[in-house]
Structure formats: C-alpha cells, structure tokens
T-cell receptor, first 114, second 111 residues
Framework: DGGITQSPKYLFRKEGQNVTLSCEQNLNHDAMYWYRQDPGQGLRLIYYSQIVNDFQKGDIAEGYSVSREKKESFPLTVTSAQKNPTAFYLC?????????????FGPGTRLTVL | GESVGLHLPTLSVQEGDNSIINCAYSNSASDYFIWYKQESGKGPQFIIDIRSNMDKRQGQRVTVLLNKTVKHLSLQIAATQPGDSAVYFCAENFGNEKLTFGTGTRLTIIP
C-alpha cells in the first residue's frame, strides 16, 4: 500500500523545546515538502527537497530545520526559535522535482504548544 | 510577489445542484494548475489538474476550466453531494520547484 505517513497525529510541546515531526513515503518520489497550515488559511511552504542530501528554504523557514538523508524520509524539527509553532503541519511528496506535478499529502500532524 | 486567490471564502450549495468554485491568479507565466479538496483535520486530496495548453479538463463529476485571458481558474462539481463538503484549494506552478496555494473556499452542502 503506497502512500505518505506522518507521525505523530497530535503533538504537544512545552515552550523552549525542540520537537521532530516524522514524514515517510514509499512512493519512490524524488521531491518532498513541508507545509504549515493555520486555521482558515492556506498552505505555506516551510522547506522542500528535490533530491536526497539537498533541501531548500521555503517561504517561512525561520525556526525550522530539516534533513534528507534517505529518499523516503524528510523529518521536520520545530525549534525553540519558532515563536508561534502551534499549527497543522503537512508533508507532501511528488514524483517530479520540477514543481509542475501533483503533490501527494500525508494526513498531517497537529502541533500544540502548551 | 505573485499570488493565487479565491473570489469567495465560503460557498453554500443545495444538494444536487452544481457547484462552481473560482480562483484568480496573477502570474501569466503559470503553466500548471491543480485543485485539492481538504476535509477537516485531514491532508489535501488531489481532485484534478490542468496545464496551460488546455482550457478544459474533465474528471468524474468535476470539470476544471482555465481562462488564460483573464487569468481565471474554476472548478465545477456536478450534482453536489454531502460528501463534497470541504475546503477547496487551487494551486499554481510558474516554472519553479514549488506549488503556490490559494487560501481556500469552504463548500457547504445544504440538504
């Protein structure tokens, strides 16, 4: 069964803590993306990766970090430098790194800062 | 910068009627457009896409229309059903490695 998985579904963080959100895909896609979604708003791009061991900042990268050591995995770390981290985080992948192709989304992780 | 926007943030439609969701874009270089459906608490699901060399594309109960002259994209859903209730996003690609998403339209089906 091919697809994208994200874990955990819900995550609670105390202020000052770093947390890492998992994203795994078994679609053999080259490109992977992380988005942030706030209530009633669209998706904003945090980071993306077109190939293993390479990634680029999106529109709102400050306070976040990523790694792409394996093709199937693209974890996102929300650092303590992110001042307003409470949001719904979505991971996506695409067979084409060019941007002009469908992105497949995972189920999301809802992060709440206590 | 360029942006993708939607004319209406909410749309209420009677069950069985057709729904039309609109999207305006401002980048004439955009060559790929895509519609997603997002149900509450879930990730977006692909509905249909279209490239700039086309002006219409049909799927199952859905049609996307692209008017490059006025930079307008629309999603038509035929015979709307309760399961169509969701937020619908359009997104565009203008030759870079990213999709740029609009803010979304919430579609509510009236029984």
């Amino acid at each position: 069964d091919g697809g994208i998985t994200q874990s955990p579904k819900y995550l609670f963080r105390k202020e000052g803590q770093n947390v890492t959100l998992s994203c795994e895909q078994n679609l053999n896609h080259d490109a992977m993306y992380w988005y942030r979604q706030d209530p009633g708003q669209g998706l904003r791009l945090i980071y993306y990766s077109q190939i293993v061991n390479d990634f680029q900042k999106g529109d709102i990268a400050e306070g976040y970090s990523v790694s792409r050591e394996k093709k199937e995995s693209f974890p996102l770390t929300v650092t303590s430098a992110q001042k307003n981290p409470t949001a719904f985080y979505l991971c996506a992948s695409s067979i084409s790194p060019s941007g002009g192709a469908e992105q497949f989304f995972g189920p999301g992780t809802r992060l709440t800062v206590l | 910068g360029e942006s993708v926007g939607l004319h209406l943030p909410t749309l209420s439609v009677q069950e069985g009627d057709n729904s039309i969701i609109n999207c305006a874009y401002s980048n004439s270089a955009s060559d790929y457009f895509i519609w997603y459906k997002q149900e509450s608490g879930k990730g977006p699901q692909f509905i249909i896409d279209i490239r700039s060399n086309m002006d219409k594309r049909q799927g199952q109960r859905v049609t996307v229309l692209l008017n490059k002259t006025v930079k307008h994209l629309s999603l038509q859903i035929a015979a709307t059903q309760p399961g169509d209730s969701a937020v619908y996003f359009c997104a565009e690609n203008f030759g870079n490695e990213k999709l740029t998403f609009g803010t979304g339209t919430r579609l509510t089906i009236i029984p």
